[in-house]
């Protein structure tokens, strides 16, 4: 139990087009879904967290405008790079919180999705 | 953004050694947890600490949440070549998670 799925796992695309990552949670319900950008060698760094039905809450200094966050429903979270520059490469992993009202809510990872932008 | 500090960077160990890694931070937080992520994958937890002084265990993993509610370690006995990987502690306080650095741990049979 407590799968996440992302798609794609990987995409490369022309700087300046956008790119949508998809995020599941396929055998529970989150209300909540996070997303965190890895760059190589490096740490998780949260983005934003996204609630279902609400607007998501970005991090300090990650461009709203550019990460766009849509959480439809209780299994599905996108995040669309807009414009994206090369300089957005990296590694968007999404996690989603499984919902059982306590302390002990765990944050379930996706697989990934490596972006590259030419 | 704020992240722990957690130590060592890398190690390089013999198969069947032991290992220890851990993590300290300058804030309190209500969990902490181990995740282990192998390249191009996402992290896949490994336990998860709820309670100052708790001490986990997960086969050959064991874990503590310090005291202080400021720390975690992490153990790893008789390491075996599929350990390879980067260990991250995070911290968690509300519902965000705050990572560390990682360990990455390689294994030499």
């Known amino acids: 139990g407590a799968v996440v799925s992302q798609h794609p796992s990987w995409v490369i695309c022309k700087s300046g087009t956008s790119v949508k990552i998809e995020c599941r949670s396929l055998?529970?319900?989150?209300?909540?879904m996070f997303w965190y950008r890895q760059f190589p060698k490096q740490s998780l760094m949260l983005m934003a967290t996204?609630?279902?039905?609400?607007?998501?809450?970005?991090e300090q200094g990650v461009e709203k405008d550019k990460f766009l966050i849509n959480h439809a429903s209780l299994t599905l979270s996108t995040l669309t790079v807009t414009s994206a520059h090369p300089e957005d490469s990296s590694f968007y992993i999404c996690?989603?919180?499984?919902?059982?009202?306590?302390?002990?809510?765990?944050?379930?990872f996706g697989p990934g999705t490596r972006l590259t932008v030419l | 953004g704020q992240q722990l500090n957690q130590s060592p960077q890398s190690m390089f160990i013999q198969e069947g050694e032991d290992v220890s890694m851990n993590c300290t931070s300058s804030?309190?937080?209500?969990?902490w947890l181990w995740y282990k992520q192998d390249p191009g994958e996402g992290p896949v937890l490994l336990i998860a600490?709820?309670?100052?002084?708790e001490l986990t265990s997960n086969g050959r993993l064991t874990a503590q949440f310090g005291i202080t509610r400021k720390d975690s370690f992490l153990n790893i006995s008789a390491s075996i070549p599929s350990d390879v990987g980067i260990y991250f502690c995070?911290?968690?306080?509300?519902?965000?998670?705050?990572f560390g650095k990682g360990t990455t741990l390689s294994v030499s049979s």
């Open positions: 996690s989603a919180r499984a919902l059982r009202g306590g302390p002990t809510d765990t944050q379930y």
């Open positions: 055998d529970f319900q989150a209300t909540t």
């Open positions: 996204s609630n279902e039905g609400s607007k998501a809450t970005y």
């Open positions: 804030s309190i937080f209500n969990t």
């Open positions: 600490l709820y309670k100052a002084g």
């Open positions: 995070a911290g968690q306080a509300g519902t965000a998670l705050i």
